[in-house]
């Protein structure tokens, strides 16, 4: 039996943290249309150099809204 079914949801929100892992995985599940759109945490702000590069730029057929947590997660 399967607790945690994959189902479509409204958004895909992720919290940032102390490794990568989970953006990648966001985007994974918004390409396989999880989701229309992609929330993340961005707790380092324009500090992070990946992070600044994807909230910054429409390279996806969804969006991608980032946000820097106050305060930082």
Known sequence: MDLHPERRADAIF???GGAYERY???????LLDFAPRVVMSN?????D?????LCGSQRYD?????F??????
């Not at 969804?62 to 980032?66: A, E, Q, R, Y």
């Open 24 to 30: 990648p995985y966001a985007l994974e599940l918004a």
């Open 43 to 47: 707790p380092r702000g324009s500090r």
């Open 14 to 16: 992720v919290l940032g």
């Open 68 to 73: 820097e947590p106050t305060p930082s997660t």
């Open 62 to 66: 969804f969006p991608i809204t980032c």
């Open 49 to 53: 150099i990946w992070m600044t590069d």
